[in-house]
């Protein structure tokens, strides 16, 4: 089991950014693959944004250009920044993390073992 814990969720007008942030303590993150997902109200949850262990990432199409995902490896955290916040945004945030994700395949949840409990984004109009 990996524990993972979100942080850096809130409520921001349109516009606006966030960081978010998902911290383990005593498991490498160098060694897992690892990604951000969410779920809006009435919808499923879906993939945001993933980065390997070689560091690449690959984001979702509605997010490119406004978010970043980055990894700090000595810090064992994963983080999400979040620019040019949008009302459809608004959703419950997670990350995940598993060993040995298919290249490629970051943003499909059923590929990660481990997720946090969520950190809830509202952007207002």
């Known amino acids: 089991q990996v524990p993972l814990v979100e942080s850096g969720g809130g409520s921001v007008q349109t516009g606006g950014s966030l960081r978010l942030s998902c911290a383990a303590s005593?498991?490498?993150?160098?060694?897992?693959?690892m990604g951000w997902f969410r779920r809006a109200p009435g919808k499923e949850r879906e993939g945001v944004a993933a980065?390997?262990?070689?560091?690449?990432?690959i984001y979702a199409d509605s997010v490119k250009g406004r978010f970043t995902i980055s990894k700090d490896n000595a810090k064992n955290t994963l983080y999400l920044q979040m620019n040019s916040l949008k009302p459809e945004d608004t959703a419950m945030y997670y990350c995940?993390?598993?060993?040995?994700?298919?290249?490629?395949?970051?943003?499909?949840?059923?590929?990660?073992?481990?997720w946090g409990q969520g950190t809830q984004v509202t952007v207002s109009s």
């Open positions: 980065i390997d262990r070689d560091g690449v990432t």
């Open positions: 995940a993390a598993d060993p040995t994700v298919v290249p490629g395949w970051g943003l499909r949840q059923y590929q990660y073992t481990y």
């Open positions: 005593g498991y490498p993150y160098s060694s897992y693959d």
